[in-house]
């Protein structure tokens, strides 16, 4: 593959409910660009449901995969970035932190399923994040919900407005194409999907006329009751583009990338230090949102994803970790790929690169070429609803146990909490899953036997005005400190935190950040 370092960039991130296709999807437009060696390059094939274990299995025998973690496909001129995202229905912090470094979200969604509760979340923090969102509904060749009702559910949940951009002319066994609206053709559909047939609809001799009236009255249920199209919509996250298809029979995906990559937003400017930087501007910079332990236990060495915001990042270069201005070479030692371990040589805005790290860099750290010590936005903190309080099982390991846990909460596996004068450790998290990770890979890369016990608290809640010395912990509420020594109250639920402000109503609390 050869890619034209000056090709437009679009980098995305597939999010979907585990089972809805990302997998295949993935392949198949990596199959289209043709960048792959072989499709199952993007990753072990499932077969049936993994258990927690299985999945920690996976990961690790995936150990530092970078191929699935980033890959690229070159398509009409255009390099296509696209971020993997973890596929598990447990929500992860890791895979809010990947969206902060993508431009546009394509949203899977199981035509027979539907949205689906567990991964709604997700998908409103995208569109929280106002980053354009492309929805590609799956399986179109299993009887699936009615179209226009997986529209409804689309703009009823999410509250943002639809437009489709192709419509399926039956679905399951009885499944004859889809129609794409703008250009008035037929895709047919085909049980030997071999090669794709595009006709006008008046030429379409495949439907029966109950078929064809009964698009034509959908089309124009669509003209009179949907929304007009809009561009700016499209790029604010107001409104997603729909599409229909089947990624396992290779139907409508072709018609899917077409359209993405004229939809899907380039790099635009971000905001850092207060001010907007260009894409455009010769100074580099960047970011890094991820960062990967080599799960080989003989090796310590982590990978740090950079996410290239200006400028151009050259092998070999002289960077400031704007945290601390410590100038590092990013030379062999530190040498950077991108796709299939390739080392790239340069990296331009919308790339992403992973870079061998000895332990310099934290999740969120700005790097830069020079110039002022800008610092890109604070990456969003999720406000955790489960705790755990975290002892080693054998005090002679406290070494290890220390280092551990320093590193984990650095790669930002999980959140640290400490009470004040004990200094009991209190994990936070989002997800079951982050504590289950944190035990396995203390046992596995720390060989420190942990021991967690699950507290009742589900509020994190930060003092931003208070004098917090007068609070007194209780079964209800806990004063605890995060990393940043900021005082911050764990409520046991809702109940709990308005009774406290009730009674005390000189205090302000934020929750780190309002998702929900
Ligand atoms: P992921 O968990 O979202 O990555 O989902 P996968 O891509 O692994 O797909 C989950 C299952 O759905 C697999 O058995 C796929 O073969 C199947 N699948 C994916 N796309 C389609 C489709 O368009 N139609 C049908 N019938 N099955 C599909």
Redo the contacts with the bound molecule.
């Keep these: 593959m050869t890619i034209s370092t000056a090709a437009p960039r679009r980098t995305f991130a597939i999010i979907?409910h585990?089972?809805?296709?990302?997998?295949?999807l993935t392949e198949k437009l990596l199959l289209l660009g043709g960048s792959i060696r072989s499709a199952g390059t993007v990753k072990g094939k499932?077969s049936g449901k993994f258990a927690t274990s299985d999945w920690m299995e996976i990961e690790k025998q995936r150990g530092i995969s970078v191929t699935s973690s980033v890959m690229q496909l070159v398509y009409n001129d255009v390099q296509v970035n696209i971020l993997d995202t973890p596929?598990h229905q447990d929500f992860s912090e890791d895979t809010y932190r990947t969206l902060t470094a993508v431009d546009t979200a394509v949203m899977?969604i199981d035509s027979v399923k539907g949205i689906e509760a567990q991964t709604l979340k997700l998908f409103k923090v995208c569109r929280m994040r106002g980053i354009p969102i492309l929805t590609f509904i799956?399986?179109l060749?299993?009887e699936g919900k009615e179209p226009l009702d997986l529209l409804s559910e689309i703009e009823e949940t999410l509250e943002m407005e639809t437009f489709p951009m192709n419509w399926p002319i039956g679905t399951g066994k009885r499944l004859k194409g889809i129609y794409d609206l703008q250009n008035e053709t037929i895709e047919t559909f085909t049980d030997s999907h071999s090669n794709r047939q595009i006709i006008p609809l008046k030429d379409a001799d495949n439907l029966q006329d109950h078929e064809r009236e009964n698009l034509e009255e959908e089309i124009m249920l669509l003209d009179e009751a949907g929304n007009d199209f809009s561009q700016e919509k499209i790029q604010n996250g107001t409104m997603t583009p729909v599409f229909f298809g089947?990624?396992?029979?290779n139907f409508g995906v072709q018609s899917f990338l077409d359209a993405f990559v004229n939809l899907a937003s380039k790099p635009k400017p971000r905001k850092a230090s207060g001010q907007m930087i260009n894409p455009e501007q010769d100074q580099f910079s960047g970011f890094i949102f991820k960062i990967q332990a080599n799960m080989n236990p003989n090796h310590r060495d982590r990978i740090a994803f950079l996410r290239v915001c200006s400028g151009e990042f050259e092998r070999g270069m002289e960077i400031i970790l704007s945290r601390s201005g410590k100038k590092m070479k990013l030379s062999q030692s530190h040498s950077f790929f991108a796709s299939d371990r390739e080392t790239v040589n340069t990296a331009r805005p919308g790339d992403i690169v992973g870079i061998y790290d000895s332990g310099n860099f934290q999740v969120g750290d700005t790097l830069i070429g020079g110039g002022e010590r800008i610092q890109y936005e604070e990456m969003p903190q999720f406000p955790p609803e489960k705790f755990a309080k975290v002892t080693a099982k054998n005090a002679m390991k406290h070494k290890q146990y220390h280092k551990g846990i320093e590193q984990l909460v650095q790669e930002g596996t999980i959140q640290l909490y400490k009470t004040p004068y004990f200094e009991d450790y209190i994990l936070g998290a989002v997800g079951e899953l982050q504590f289950q990770v944190f035990d396995y890979r203390m046992k596995n890369e720390y060989n420190v036997d942990i021991e967690l016990n699950h507290m009742t608290h589900e509020l994190a809640r930060w003092v931003t005005k208070g004098d917090v010395s007068d609070i007194v912990s209780d079964s209800r509420k806990m004063l605890v400190e995060d990393q940043q020594k900021r005082p911050v109250i764990l409520f046991e639920n809702e109940f709990a935190m308005r009774w406290f402000q009730d009674k005390n109503p000189g205090f302000e609390l934020s929750s780190g950040w309002e998702i929900l």
């Design positions: 979907s585990p089972d809805a296709g990302k997998t295949t499932k596929g899977v799956n399986k060749d299993r089947s990624a396992l029979a």
